[in-house]
């Protein structure tokens, strides 16, 4: 075999080896409780597509246990079902309402409360 035949292997440029950390000292105790943060869409939301977040302005659905800068997470794909909250259209404007069993085909639902994000402030 003649020198020229030989095919060298080359040394992949591409390193996947976990890199050694820089500090010295003893490593801080709290980097094994590194976890992914929560993304509350991926949580609290089915369909994308047809949800909307709503913030509430002020205390006039305290009844509902909705109070000023709670968050509501409204479902328009969703129907109704007996005893949810939906936002009904009323009288031009966005209203709170708990849909009991005959009045599931008289309301102008616009969605289906599936959350309410309460602020502790």
């Known amino acids: ?12 440029i591409d390193n996947h080896r976990v890199e050694r950390p820089k500090q010295t000292g003893f490593s801080s105790p709290a980097t094994h409780y590194n976890e992914p943060r929560i993304d509350l869409n991926n949580v609290l939301v089915t369909n994308q597509e047809s949800t909307f977040y709503i913030r509430a302005i002020d205390d006039s659905f305290e009844g509902f246990e909705v109070k000023k800068n709670d968050v509501l997470i409204v479902d328009k794909s969703l ?26 085909t008289e309301l102008n639902v616009w969605g289906v409360i599936t959350y309410v994000i309460k602020s502790m402030l």
């Open 79 to 104: 129907v109704p079902q007996a005893n949810q909250l939906a936002i009904v259209i009323q009288e031009d404007s966005f209203q709170i309402h708990r849909v009991s069993t005959q009045e599931c």
């Open 1 to 12: 075999m003649k020198a020229k035949d030989i095919n060298r292997i080359q040394k992949p």
